[in-house]
């Protein structure tokens, strides 16, 4: 069966080191990957998209790389700051498709 | 742009009653995607809509629920009757069609309590 896995449990980090959360998924090829941002009590924001056939995508402080073979994205924040506290989910979108299927997400919390 | 408008933002109802969420989505956003939060579930896509045309309601929990989008400026998702199982948290987003991918951008979401 399809799975989009990431880690469940809160990630606590000092401020101003880097945060790096997992994304690992079975059973998709996916044409693109998404990554959004979701604060209490608000709606997901996106923050990057990376293709099928790009390996990174920067953005500022946030990093997103994808390997097709190990069917993995890594989404890293460096010098992480308090304000970076959020829980953040991984999308994936199969080829041909828009819908997006959405992993569970990880609480990231940054002590200052 | 306002962004994604959702309403009501909180709905509290009892067992059996019809219930109604409204979208009006991002002006020009050919797109419209209902989502259903909870903590056991996650963020699960119930229907979505490609210009007012359902695309996939493959994620529609069962036939007490129903979603409309009569016009490129409006949508509702009804569930009638409504159980206390329905309650969670309903988001809409909308995207405009790129070649690379969509972004889909989130309303505040309509937090649904059932009794």
């Known amino acids: 069966s399809q799975k989009i896995e990431q880690n469940s449990e809160a990630l606590n980090i000092q401020e101003g080191k880097t945060a790096t959360l997992t994304c690992n998924y079975t059973?998709?090829?996916?044409?693109?990957l998404q990554w959004y941002r979701q604060d209490p009590g608000r709606g997901p924001v996106f923050l990057l998209l990376?293709?099928?056939?790009?390996k990174e995508k920067r953005k500022e402080r946030l990093k997103v790389t994808f390997d097709t073979t190990l069917k993995q994205s890594l989404f890293h924040i460096t010098a992480s700051q308090p304000a970076d506290s959020a829980t953040y989910l991984c999308?994936?979108?199969?080829?041909?498709?828009?819908?997006?299927?959405f992993g569970s997400g990880t609480r990231l919390q940054v002590q200052p | 742009d306002a962004g994604v408008i959702q309403s009501p933002r909180h709905e509290v109802t009892e067992m059996g009653q019809e219930v109604t969420l409204r979208c009006k989505p991002i002006?020009?956003?050919?797109?419209l995607f209902w989502y259903r939060q909870t903590m056991m579930r996650g963020l699960e896509l119930l229907i979505y809509?490609?210009?007012?045309?359902?695309?996939?309601d493959s994620g529609m929990p069962e036939d007490r629920f129903s979603a409309k989008m009569p016009n490129a400026s409006f949508s509702t998702l009804k569930i009638q009757p409504s159980e206390p199982r329905d309650s969670a948290v309903y988001f809409c987003?909308?995207?405009?069609?790129?070649?690379?991918?969509?972004?889909?951008?989130f309303g505040p979401g309509t937090r649904l309590t059932v009794l």
């Open positions: 987003a909308s995207s405009f069609r790129t070649s690379g991918g969509n972004e889909q951008f």
């Open positions: 059973n998709y090829s996916p044409a693109y």
């Open positions: 990376i293709r099928e056939n790009e």
């Open positions: 999308a994936l979108a199969q080829t041909g498709r828009r819908a997006l299927t």
């Open positions: 002006s020009g956003h050919d797109y």
């Open positions: 809509f490609n210009n007012n045309v359902p695309i996939d």
